[in-house]
Structure formats: C-alpha cells, structure tokens
C-alpha cells in the first residue's frame, strides 16, 4: 500500500530564505507526482507536476526534483514572501489509468516579514 | 478554461438529511475525482469518473455515498442520512485523459457541516 510523508509538518521562515520541503513515498512504482498549495478553508492548486521519468520541474521560484529510486521528492522555495504562507501538499499517481492521487499530510508554511 | 466549479461552497445540515453536492470538471476533460478531506488531513480518494463510467470506488464511500455523471459532464455525489462523521471538505477534480500527464485541478470545495 502506497503511503506518503511530509516532513516537516510545520515549518517558519522569515521572508527571503530559501527552503526546502520533503515528501517520501513508499512504493516506487508511481506515474507521477503532483506538489499542490492549498489556502486556509480552500481548494488545492496545482504547482508542479513531476513525471516518473524527470528528475525536476521548474516554475518561476519552486523547482521540485524525484528521486524515484529512493522514493523522495523536493520541493523548492527561493526567496520566500509572505505570500507563500500556505499548505503544501505532495500526491503521487499509481499508475496511467488515472486512478486516485495519493496524498500526504501536507507541511504548513508561515513566511514572517 | 474556466477551471473545475463546485456547489455549493457550504452546506449546513441536520444529522439524517440527505445532501447532494455538484461538479463542473474543466470542459475538455474527460477524468473526473471525488475527494474528500478532514482538518490537518491530506485528501482522500472517493471515486473516479473516466466519461460517464464509474470506475473506481473507495472503500471509504459506503453505502450512503453514491456519485453519478450523466453524460459524462458534471457530476453530482449525494450522501443519503448524514452522520456527524461525514463533516468534511469535499472536493472534485478534474483531468485530461490524454496528454496532460493526468494532472490534476481541483475545485475550491464544498464545506458540509452536520450538525
């Protein structure tokens, strides 16, 4: 059974630092993997879609990375603004057929100015 | 592309009603996914449309839960005698079945309170 992690649950910074955000996944055998940000009471928005045979994906100041192999993905955050306050989830797709994404618990970001 | 719409964006009810909520996937897409998530919870999977079918089913939608996708447009997921347990965020989202790499976009969620 496919089981995904974040770490940390919880992470403050203040504005302009780099940071990074973990997600681990158990079965390696996945399609892709999805980073989402999600506001307080609302939906999630897709950020970067990773799939199985790319290492990275970039998108203005988040670069995401897979190490399938291992079983981990990055995310990445240069130079982060208040307005990157948010939960950050990690969700991975078993296969093409286009079944359920699997999601982890997400890592909540508070960017102090 | 106007993005995956949902209603309503809150429900209150009472222990026992009958609820129905509403999805409109992004009009190109043919995959469309229930969700549904607790506080400090990642979202679950409840079910998965390809076009009008049906074709996965969570264990966690019991039998009060039943989906529908009449012509393969927008869907409906209705939850018959609501329980207290069934407060949550529920959120519909949508892919192409070809190309897109199955990303997908969700909606901004309906909020179910019962009380």
Redesign the interface.
Known sequence: KQE?TQIPAALSVPEGENLVLNCSFTDSAI??L?W?RQDP??????LL?I?SSQREQTSGRLNASLDKSSGRSTLYIAASQPGDSATY?C?V?RN?A?????????TTLSVSS | DTGVSQNPRHKITKRGQNVTFRCDPISEHNRLYWYRQTLGQGPEFLTYFQNEAQLEKSRLLSDRFSAERPKGSFSTLEIQRTEQGDSAMYLCASSRGTGGFGEQFFGPGTRLTVL
């Open positions: 995904v399609y892709n999805q989402f009471g609302k939906g999630l928005t897709s879609l799939q989830l969700a797709v093409q286009g079944t359920a994404l699997i999601f982890g618990k997400g």
